[in-house]
């Protein structure tokens, strides 16, 4: 399911953006101005955000809940200060594409989308833990030290 959602994104901003169907227009949700110059800000940071990820994980990246082969723990980048980084940047994401469409099904397929990513963390967690034991209960524990410093 994960690697159709940028399908169903690309899909729905080019017929909110360019074609502007006739669906879209009972949709919509009357926000004020501001709260979408919010969603256009949250997208600004979200797209530096996605290339660092992506440069920190590189290779490890894959939408499925797997690990590759010598898979490794990483915790350079925002990975070091963000104990979630993709998913955070995703919801941020999230977040902008709702904001700037003021689309209720955009902000229902999004808070879907949210759900699914709470009920995927633990499940991820699990096989971190499962696959690398002490060392990733180790970078968890310090990922919370150096938090709590902050």
Request: hydrophobic share 50%; aromatic share 18%.
């Amino acid at each position: 399911m994960w690697s159709l959602l940028p399908i169903f994104w690309f899909s729905f901003l080019l017929s909110f953006g360019v074609f502007y169907l006739e669906f879209n227009s009972k949709l919509l949700i009357p926000l004020q101005f501001c709260l979408r110059w919010v969603g256009v800000c949250f997208g600004i940071v979200s797209i530096p955000l996605l290339v660092w990820i992506h440069h920190s994980i590189c290779k490890y990246w894959i939408t499925s809940l797997d690990l590759r082969r010598y898979h490794r723990i990483v915790t350079d980048g925002p990975y070091r200060w963000i104990r979630h980084p993709m998913y955070s940047q995703t919801i941020t994401l999230l977040t902008s594409i709702s904001l700037i469409s003021a689309n209720l099904l955009m902000m229902l397929v999004s808070f879907i989308v949210f759900i699914l990513i709470l009920h995927r963390i633990p499940r991820e967690e699990k096989m971190m833990i499962k696959q690398f034991g002490n060392d990733y209960l180790y970078y968890e524990e310090n990922w919370k030290i150096i938090t709590s410093l902050q």
